[in-house]
C-alpha cells in the first residue's frame, strides 16, 4: 500500500552537511506523520525525528535537537532530513517511516547509508 524509498546517504567528516530524503507512493502522502529512525551496527534502532501531516508540527531527539531539521513536501510526496554539524556517533543507517497510530510506525524504507568520519 505504501512504499517509502531513502536516498542522500553517504560519506562525510565530521561537521559536514547532508539532506536525506525519501519519496513515498501509495497511499496519499500527507494523510500521515512522518517520522525518520536510524540504528547503528549492534544498535537497537533510534528515534531521530517526526514531522506531522501538514508540516506545521515537528520533534526531535535530543541526540539531534538544534543539527537536523525535518521537513516535507507533500506536492512531491517527499520527506527530508538535513543534518548539519555531523558527528561520528550519527554514522547509521538511516530509515523513514509511516506513523500509523500514536506513537506506532507501521511502513519503512530500505534506509539509507550514512557515515561520518572523526
Known amino acids: 500500500q505504501v512504499q517509502l524509498v531513502e536516498s542522500g546517504g553517504g560519506l562525510v567528516q565530521a561537521g559536514g552537511s547532508l539532506r536525506l530524503s525519501c519519496a513515498t507512493s501509495?497511499?496519499?502522502?500527507?494523510?500521515?506523520?512522518m517520522g525518520w529512525f536510524r540504528q547503528a551496527p549492534g544498535k537497537e534502532r533510534q528515534f531521530v525525528a517526526n514531522?506531522?501531516?501538514?508540516?506545521?508540527?515537528?520533534y526531535y531527539a535530543d541526540s539531534v535537537k538544534g543539527r537536523f531539521t525535518i521537513s516535507r513536501d507533500n506536492a512531491k510526496n517527499t520527506v527530508y532530513l538535513q543534518m548539519s554539524s555531523l558527528k561520528p556517533e550519527d554514522t547509521a543507517i538511516y530509515y523513514c517511516?509511516?506513523?500509523?497510530?500514536?506513537?506506532?510506525?507501521?511502513?519503512w524504507g530500505q534506509g539509507t547509508q550514512v557515515t561520518v568520519s572523526s
Open positions: 501509495g497511499r496519499t502522502f500527507r494523510t500521515y506523520s
Open positions: 514531522i506531522n501531516r501538514s508540516g506545521d508540527s515537528t
Open positions: 517511516a509511516v506513523r500509523i497510530h500514536l506513537g506506532t510506525y507501521g511502513y
